[in-house]
T-cell receptor, first 114, second 117 residues
């Protein structure tokens, strides 16, 4: 069974640009969550999509948005990039409902904003 | 207030010895899950072990065991017989089962482990 894939793996952008990151979950998983990891703030939850609906959202500005498609693939978009958006962006997939949901993480997209 | 606290930013451990990584948490949700992840320098988060708040026994997975003390709100990870490949960052995380929580994980700041030969 294929794991979680994220594309691209590395990205360099300049301030003011926008970027779209993609995440393909494990087959059959309906939940995709996104996290931002920086040296200063650590790992922070961005949002979760479940069956194409945003189920939960972290404390990030509206420049961060996401969506999920009918095949459970998810994209996140960051508009008007700032230097502070440089981070490792991780997505995690999970089957969905139930008391115990192990989350399987992808390799991450490392975004550098110049 | 910090929901997950890992007080050891870094530690050295001798190969083949055991090491305990501390994690304390704070929640008012009676139902929650605690996770430990390993993150090598490559960046990928690798799931190690899980403990549910209602589990009576401490979780074990191979060389990993979780010392769960509910009253103290601690969930320490024990790695037995350390190997060089265990050198990595280790994160404790919590998932609360409350209505709006979904699959959101809250992470601690991590502990960097370096195994010495």
């Amino acid at each position: 069974k294929a794991g979680v894939t994220q594309t691209p793996r590395y990205l360099i952008k300049t301030r003011g640009q926008q970027v779209t990151l993609s995440c393909s979950p494990i087959s059959g998983h309906r939940s995709v969550s996104w996290y931002q990891q920086t040296p200063g703030q650590g790992l922070q939850f961005l949002f979760e999509y479940f069956s194409e609906t945003q189920r939960n959202k972290g404390n990030f500005p509206g420049r961060f948005s996401g969506r999920q498609f009918s095949n459970s693939r998810s994209e996140m978009n960051v508009s008007t990039l700032e230097l502070g958006d440089s981070a490792l962006y991780l997505c995690a997939s999970s089957p969905g409902g139930g008391v115990y949901n192990e989350q399987f993480f992808g390799p991450g997209t490392r975004l550098t904003v110049l | 207030a910090q929901k997950i606290t890992q007080t050891q930013p870094g530690m050295f451990v001798q190969e083949k010895e055991a090491v305990t990584l501390d994690c304390t948490y704070d929640t008012s949700d009676p139902s929650y899950g605690l996770f430990w992840y390993k993150q090598p320098s490559s960046g990928e988060m690798i799931f190690l072990i899980y403990q549910g708040s209602y589990d009576q026994q401490n979780a074990t997975e191979g060389r990993y065991s979780l010392n769960f003390q509910k009253a103290r709100k601690s969930a320490n990870l024990v790695i037995s017989a350390s190997q060089l490949g265990d050198s990595a960052m280790y994160f404790c995380a919590m998932r609360e089962q409350g209505k709006a929580a979904g699959n959101k994980l809250t992470f601690g700041g991590g502990t960097r482990v370096l195994v010495k030969p």
